[in-house]
């Protein structure tokens, strides 16, 4: 039987203390806009509740089970293709299969590991703010890399990508750290892209256009044999 407590918390989320202050501005302003002008101060009311919603840090439902591989974030399946990964984690320069993550500034943007591994590097690199849908984001803007390594050796890259509006990627994280598949590890603001190469030999679980939910979707499966799946809109 559903609770009025139930109810209170399928609207009611946590929000990451990164977003404290924002509300925090948000709200001032909203109250010297109604001091101003009514009409005004309900649009900034409506702003401030946009912004609490914005660091919304739900918790997730991970599945368990060896090899899962989840989403790293919120949001829709904007490419998968073959990419080199970012030359600052010293991969290579061979292709590998790349999922991308889009989030729009509706979605939650708090990060979350794909799978559990250890952080053997993390390298930023400042850059451009192009918008994080286009294919040209992976190499152009501003980028948080990370690489993940796996308890068999193989590696995988996490790449976070700040978008039109975003000016700021906030790692949680440091080199050396293990991580949890699920655990969170990242924060961008306000709208922007994750990238994951998967290994060599395994394909995603996942379509182009697929809703993407950080944590709890499973985005590959290490040792499956399964296709790559393809969508068909309806």
């Excluded at 192009?130 to 193989?154: H, I, P, Q």
Aim: charged share 20%.
């Amino acid at each position: 039987m559903t609770t009025p407590t139930d109810m209170l918390q399928t609207f009611v989320k946590p929000m990451h203390p990164e977003g404290l202050r924002f509300v925090g501005i948000f709200g001032l302003i909203t109250l010297i806009l109604f001091w101003i002008w009514d009409p005004l101060g309900w649009i900034g009311l409506g702003l401030t509740i946009w912004c609490y919603y914005f660091f919304r840090d739900p918790k997730r439902a991970v599945p368990q089970g060896e090899g899962l591989m989840v989403s790293p974030a919120d949001g829709v399946v904007s490419l998968i293709e073959r990419a080199s990964p970012p030359p600052e984690l010293g991969m290579g320069f061979e292709p590998l299969l790349r999922v991308s993550v889009f989030m729009s500034v509706f979605n939650c943007h708090v990060n979350r590991a794909p799978i559990t591994g250890q952080l053997v590097k993390m390298a930023y690199r400042p850059g451009k703010f192009f918008n994080a849908s286009l294919d040209k984001a992976s190499e152009e803007n501003e980028r948080n890399s990370l690489l993940l390594e796996m308890a068999d050796g193989r590696r995988i890259a996490v790449v976070q990508i700040a978008g039109l509006v975003a000016r700021r990627i906030l790692p949680f994280v440091s080199e050396g750290q293990g991580l949890k598949t699920g655990e969170r590890f990242g924060l961008i603001r306000f709208g922007s892209r994750v990238d994951v190469y998967l290994p060599e030999g395994v394909e995603p679980l996942v379509a182009l256009g697929q809703q993407m939910v950080a944590g709890e979707t499973v985005l590959a499966e290490i040792g499956s044999t399964a296709p790559r799946r393809f969508a068909k809109m309806v």
